[in-house]
């Protein structure tokens, strides 16, 4: 069932909109970004990854932006759908680090 | 598609116990990871392991913490001595090369301590 956490932030939706879902980190040497989805009771699915020498990157429905001057990264998921509800996770990591470091969560809820 | 898979789903362990959370990586896999989190909050890096040793741990990962990888397929995280603060989802992940690829979990082990 659905798990109680933290507040994570809550981004609603009508279903057919755009979502943009946007991450902060902290970390200059970050080099690879990774968007997580995790459902209720599963582990995170991975969505879409962009190197640091990209500012944008695009899959099926999703596109990552990557601002490194800001250090800001976002996921827009395009005419979002009810499957797409899920809290979605940033992830970054560094060359020289083995270690993916994920962000805070945000959790999509898709209204009918 | 080949996935990552944990067992068991839940364990419900008493305080001070050993347990041993299981995970089959993704066969071609080379790099093997143990995550947590707690009640749905964020995903926290336990350790690395590549080439049989561990290559990085957090804070989180002291004395009480062990992996092994005892047979070439399968990657365990053992407990020691369980606390009430162990109580978490334990992901386990895998990658395949060194560098820029993704890591791929699986769906957990619940452990509850009580």
């Known amino acids: 069932g659905e798990s109680v956490g933290l507040h994570l932030p809550t981004l609603s939706v009508q279903e057919g909109d755009n979502s943009i879902i946007n991450c902060a980190y902290s970390n200059s040497a970050s080099d690879y970004f990774i968007w997580y989805k995790q459902e209720s009771g599963k582990g995170p699915q991975f969505i879409i990854d962009?190197?640091?020498?990209?500012d944008k990157r695009q899959g099926q429905r999703v596109t990552v932006l990557l601002n490194k001057t800001v250090k800001h990264l976002s996921l827009q998921i395009a005419a979002t759908q009810p499957g797409d509800s899920a809290v979605y996770f940033c992830a970054e990591s560094s060359s020289g680090t083995y270690k993916y470091i994920f962000g805070t969560g945000t959790r999509l809820k898709v209204l009918a | 598609e080949p996935e990552v898979t944990q067992t068991p789903s839940h364990q419900v362990t008493q305080m001070g116990q050993e347990v041993i959370l299981r995970c089959v990586p993704i066969?071609?896999?080379?790099?093997f990871y143990w995550y947590r989190q707690i009640l749905g909050q964020k995903v926290e890096f336990l350790v690395s392991f590549y080439n049989n040793e561990i290559s990085e741990k957090s804070e989180i990962f002291d004395d009480q913490f062990s992996v092994e990888r005892p047979d070439g397929s399968n990657f365990t995280l053992k407990i020691r001595s369980t606390k009430l603060e162990d109580s978490a989802m334990y992901f386990c992940?895998?990658?395949?090369?060194?560098?820029?690829?993704?890591?791929?979990f699986g769906n957990g082990t619940r452990l509850t301590v009580t």
């Open positions: 992940a895998s990658k395949t090369w060194t560098g820029y690829s993704p890591l791929h």
């Open positions: 962009i190197r640091s020498n990209m």
């Open positions: 066969s071609n896999h080379l790099y």
